[in-house]
Nanobody, 125 residues
């Protein structure tokens, strides 16, 4: 599976960005998708994840500001980021892993099999 992330950029605090991640594989709908981020000097952390059935999970600091969604017809997962803060600055990665269970979610980087190349998000104060 190849993942292609896009949509990063430079935005002022309070602004919005939408990240996209397109997957190359068929049967994309049977994959759990996740967005992670990694700031300089910090470990990679989960931002949000969505199950093949559409269940979602968010890291506490982004709840109410970020929304993860997926379009199975387009093999694409999105991360809508609103009310951005300087502490959201990081390289954002999409990732996926296959699953047999529609409600299953995974929150740790080691649980994901495939990764995109990352897209930089910079939020200025």
């Amino acid at each position: 599976v190849q993942l292609q992330a896009s949509g990063g950029g430079l935005v002022q605090a309070g602004g919005s960005l939408r990240l996209s991640c397109a997957a190359s594989r068929r049967s994309y709908s049977s994959y759990v998708m996740g967005w992670f981020r990694q700031a300089p000097g910090k470990e990679r952390e989960l931002v949000a994840t969505i199950s093949s059935g559409g269940s979602t999970y968010y890291e506490d600091s982004v709840k109410g500001r970020f929304t993860i969604s997926r379009d199975n017809a387009k093999n694409t997962v999105y991360l809508q980021m609103n009310s951005l803060k300087p502490e959201d600055t990081a390289v954002y990665y999409c990732a996926c892993r296959p699953t047999l269970y529609g409600s299953m979610l995974y929150t740790r980087p080691l649980e994901y099999d495939y990764w995109g190349q990352g897209t930089q998000v910079t939020v200025s104060s």
